[in-house]
Structures are given as structure tokens and as C-alpha cells.
């Protein structure tokens, strides 16, 4: 199985086409950190968040959920400088 990911400039939730023998078979999102290239990992916030082993990646089904989950990332983050963490 092959992935594709559709980067738009420096998007963050990116669109993954899932294909097999050259035939989309799914579509997920992920959240993608494109000065790094990492992907989102499937470990909670304080855990190891980052992987670049795509195989690692949280995946949504809706691009929605994965905007909500990015947005809840940033509150937890911005809540652990602004605790001097």
C-alpha cells in the first residue's frame, strides 16, 4: 500500500490518498509539522508526539477531526509555555 500525501503550502492537516496497485482504496488526514517533516504520532500530548515512521502517524477520517485535534494541541502547548514548561 502506498501513500500520497497533497501538501498545500504549508498546510499542517494534510490529505493522505491510501492506494493500492495504483487505485485510491481510502482517504485519511494527518497533521504534518512541514519544517520538520514529522507526522502527528498516535501517543498522547507529553508523549513521544512526533514521528517521522509514517506508519506512526495519527490518522483521522474526517479532515475536521484533525483540525480540532491540531487546535487542541496549540491550547496544550500554549498552556505549557505559559506555565513555564
Known amino acids: 500500500m502506498a501513500t500520497n500525501p497533497e501538501y498545500i503550502d504549508a498546510e499542517e492537516v ?4 491510501e492506494t ?4 485510491v482504496i481510502g482517504t485519511v488526514y494527518c497533521i504534518h509539522d512541514p519544517q520538520f517533516g514529522h507526522w502527528m504520532s498516535n501517543a498522547l ?6 514521528t517521522k515512521d509514517f506508519s506512526r502517524a495519527r490518522k483521522f477520517k474526517k479532515r475536521r477531526s484533525a483540525e480540532m485535534h491540531l487546535e487542541d494541541l496549540q491550547v496544550w502547548r500554549n498552556g505549557k509555555e505559559r506555565d513555564g514548561e
Not at 493500492?20 to 487505485?23: K, R
Not at 500530548?45 to 512526533?50: R, T, V
Request: charged share 30%; net charge neutral; proline share 0%.
Open 14 to 17: 494534510v490529505k493522505i490518498k
Open 20 to 23: 493500492h496497485n495504483g487505485e
Open 45 to 50: 500530548f507529553g508523549g513521544e508526539l512526533w
